[in-house]
């Protein structure tokens, strides 16, 4: 047979990433994340997996990030028995963050069904529970970077380094076909190269295919290196220590938070920062920030000393040492998960310190809309945190350096490192907009071969010289959107409560009245 790709996630849409390669051996996927953002998205994770979940004879994951993992517990537990192929990076990432993943699942769905109880409705399940996922670790296994591993009849894979996570990799993967055997690249997310744990992203020359990721594919970033990233955070914890308060950072739990960690004990140790107490409060960073003290001879530059081993970081797990940083006065940082704000133990430190003009928060990643990292940034006051208004008089600030992202510019420099591509490139892992200006600028620098943007669920037949594309039987989503009923009633009801808080009742009443008018049924004539 002549081997196929079928885009099952990531086509049209930054998450669910999983490919499907069916081939003369069979079948061999490539991730199994979970769709993320909004509902109408995300409601394809409760569905049934658009292929029988025991037909892939192995799985090849790409990274430990969720939306390209997530769904690994479910597909187990449908009746994938294979293997799962990753670095040991992923592995030990994700010996923390499935379980992890599994909790949040369960926790969501208590908070849903006690809603449908109240309601009368009937009860949903989580997609998976914490012990689904503990139960499908076993089957991970770690290969190192650059070896070829027979995973299946028929079909063998490689790993190269893509500088975008510990453990992150492309995978280059050789299938025997009609025609003879065929190279397909999966690029995977690509890291921006000069990053505290990574170089840029490495890849053979000349496959057949390439599956490129777009996430950014239409911004253009001022190339910053470790140095002037390292200065900026410099400059913004100086201010905020000077100031007296608390310190706040939001974090990602992986990654992130240890590059944070890593930059912040350089500025220490060449004096442009005072020795301050740092406390890691997030149960789940701290588990990832021992999987990177483990590998750290493997990403630490030479002749730094290990920055995860200093008197003045805190990590902490318990509740009651949590609880505890409640009594800090000032000079302190305090980096605490989630990223975004909208769970986890950064919210009761926001209640505590928001308040105080002394206190700053820094802003260290992506807020997505409807967020209350998003509200903050956008420099809303007041917010409500755990059902309380909080009044906004600390500094906040945001520092956009340390994207784990490669810009349009180097996912460019990244394809044109890959020629010659002989059969066709395909883009995926990007909104609409991005995939476009990627696959404009692509076709700009004279590439010969065909460039798709597959939709969910299409299916290209990879021809040698010529790919036939297939439209999904029945897909599962005819247009993914960015933004569905649900966000836009979030952000109306926001709209409509901010305005409530200006002007005088008169106002008021004007716009409650003309809202008013346009939810009445029209009269009925007699
Ligand atoms: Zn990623």
Not at 94 to 105: E, K, N, R
Request: glycine letters at 10%; a negative charge; aromatic letters at 6%.
């Amino acid at each position: 047979m002549i081997p196929s790709v079928t885009f099952h996630g990531a086509a049209g849409t930054v998450t669910g990433s999983c490919t499907l390669i069916r081939h003369d051996g069979g079948a061999l996927l490539i991730d199994c994340g979970l769709f993320q953002g909004p509902k109408t998205v995300k409601e394809l994770n409760y569905r049934d997996f658009p292929f029988d979940p025991r037909e892939p004879a192995a799985l090849v994951l790409t990274h430990a990030h969720i939306d390209h993992s997530g769904l690994v517990p479910k597909l187990c537990r449908q009746g994938f028995k294979g293997r799962i192929h990753c670095t040991s990076g992923t592995r030990d990432l994700l010996t923390f963050m499935l379980p992890d993943s599994g909790f949040i699942q369960e926790s969501e769905v208590q908070h849903l069904n006690q809603r449908n109880r109240q309601r009368g409705r009937a009860e949903v399940q989580p997609i998976y529970t914490r012990k689904a996922a503990e139960a499908c670790l076993d089957q991970l296994e770690a290969a190192d970077y650059g070896t070829w591993i027979d995973v299946m009849p028929g079909a063998k894979i490689r790993f190269w380094d893509a500088g975008h996570l510990l453990g992150s990799a492309s995978v280059e993967v050789r299938v025997a076909g009609d025609g003879g055997e065929q190279t397909l690249l999966f690029s995977g997310d690509l890291g921006p190269g000069d990053k505290p744990f990574h170089g840029l992203p490495e890849g053979p020359a000349g496959a057949d295919w390439v599956f490129c990721e777009s996430t950014y594919g239409a911004t253009v970033r001022p190339p910053v290196d470790n140095q002037e990233r390292r200065r900026q955070l410099g400059a913004e914890v100086a201010e905020a220590l000077k100031s007296g308060g608390v310190l706040l950072i939001p974090v990602f739990a992986v990654e992130r938070t240890q590059e944070l960690l890593y930059d912040l004990n350089q500025l220490i140790d060449d004096g442009t920062l005072p020795r301050t107490d740092i406390f890691l409060d997030s149960p789940l960073a701290v588990n990832v920030t021992e999987v990177f003290r483990q590998h750290l001879p493997d990403i630490n530059h030479a002749g730094v000393a290990n920055p995860f081993d200093r008197p003045y970081f805190h990590p902490i797990t318990e509740v009651e040492g949590s609880k505890r940083l409640n009594r800090l006065g000032g000079g302190a940082i305090i980096m605490a998960a989630s990223g975004m704000c909208d769970a986890g133990r950064i919210r009761h430190h926001l209640k505590n310190h928001l308040w105080q003009p002394n206190a700053t928060v820094l802003f260290v990643g992506y807020q997505a809309p409807g967020t209350l990292g998003r509200l903050l940034v956008q420099g809303r006051s007041p917010v409500r945190i755990h059902g309380e208004e909080v009044e906004v008089r600390a500094r906040i600030r945001t520092l956009d350096s340390y994207s784990g992202h490669a810009d349009q510019a180097e996912l460019l420099a990244w394809l044109a490192a890959r020629g010659p591509i002989r059969g066709g490139v395909a883009l995926m892992h990007g909104e609409t907009a991005p995939r476009q200006a990627l696959a404009d600028a692509l076709a700009a620098t004279g590439l010969a071969v065909p460039i798709h943007q597959p939709a969910l669920d299409e299916t290209i037949v990879l021809r040698p010289g010529k790919a036939e594309r297939v439209p999904a039987a029945q897909p599962r989503l005819v247009t993914v959107p960015d933004e569905d009923w649900h966000n836009l009633y979030a952000r109306t009801v926001l709209d409509l409560s901010e305005r409530l808080r200006h002007g005088d009742d008169a106002q008021r009443l004007a716009l409650l009245r003309q809202v008013s008018a346009l939810l009445t049924p029209p009269k009925a004539d007699h």
